[in-house]
């Protein structure tokens, strides 16, 4: 069973920063990367940054590129989201996602998959006046 701890969402002013974090636990060697996705109310989910495990090579959304940061210490299994000048549009329900090596099926967007392996129960980012 794979476990997920997730923190750092809440309420920020546009413009301001958040950092999350997720640390998971569970999964065997060959997890390939780790990341997260976010879904707002009346939107479909979206990939939004990932990281290879091993190699640290970085996926990251147009809508977030040049403002958010992820990066990972595999000594704690535990990926960080940077996310600086936060706008409106960001506000989302963020869930930490792990990807076993590609599977039959899926479609990779850089080191992130369209359909992740495990998920985490998802952290609220809200960025509101």
């Known amino acids: 069973q794979v476990e997920f701890v997730e923190s750092g969402g809440g309420l920020v002013q546009p413009g301001g920063s958040l950092t999350l974090s997720c640390a998971a636990s569970?999964?065997?060697?060959?997890?390939?990367?780790i990341g997260w996705f976010r879904q707002a109310p009346g939107k479909r989910r979206e990939s939004v940054s990932c990281?290879?495990?091993?190699?640290?090579?970085?996926f990251t959304a147009d809508s977030v590129y040049g403002r958010f940061t992820i990066s990972r210490d595999i000594s704690k299994n535990t990926a960080y989201l940077q996310m600086n000048n936060l706008q409106p549009e960001d506000s989302a329900l963020y869930y930490c996602?792990?990807?076993?090596?590609?599977?039959?099926?899926?479609?990779?967007?850089?080191?992130?998959?369209?359909?992740?392996?495990?998920w985490g129960q998802g952290t609220q980012v809200t960025v509101s006046s």
């Open positions: 569970g999964y065997t060697s060959d997890a390939y990367a």
């Open positions: 996602i792990v990807d076993l090596h590609p599977r039959t099926g899926q479609l990779w967007f850089g080191s992130c998959s369209n359909e992740p392996d495990y």
């Open positions: 990281i290879n495990i091993s190699s640290g090579s970085k």
